[in-house]
């Protein structure tokens, strides 16, 4: 069994920053990406950044040149590091990997429960 557990997640100021982390543990063969989405009211999930295990990554848009995700392969940890940020970033904020949990398994896609981001004005 695989589960994704977020953290960093709180309340600041627009123009301030935060960061959020993301932790896989369980069974886990190999991770392919991690990824971090968001869910305003009434609309689809958006994703904000991705990386691959080998460092490609991508931001959605709106994020870029203001959040960076990286990396721990070794902890099988995703962080996202989000500076000047505003109010309509204001969002659940969550975690997701692409993964294998064992060798001869496909891979699949896993979430975490979210972590709520407010910034204020």
């Excluded at 600041?12 to 920053?17: E, I, P, R």
């Excluded at 962080?79 to 659940?92: F, G, I, R």
């Excluded at 990997?97 to 975490?112: D, I, P, Q």
Aim: proline share 2%.
């Amino acid at each position: 069994q695989v589960q994704l557990v977020e953290s960093g997640g709180g309340l600041v100021q627009a123009g301030g920053s935060l960061r959020l982390s993301c932790v896989a543990s369980g069974t886990i063969f190999s991770i392919y990406a991690m990824y971090w989405y968001r869910q305003f009211p009434e609309k689809q999930r958006e994703l904000v950044a991705s990386m691959t295990t080998g460092g490609d990554t991508n931001y959605g848009d709106s994020v870029k040149g203001r959040f960076t995700i990286s990396r721990d392969n070794a902890k099988n940890m995703v962080y996202l590091q989000m500076n000047s940020l505003k109010t309509e970033d204001t969002a659940p904020y969550y975690c997701a990997a692409v993964l294998s949990a064992s060798h001869s398994a496909s891979n699949r896609t896993y979430w975490g429960q979210g972590t709520q981001v407010t910034v204020s004005s």
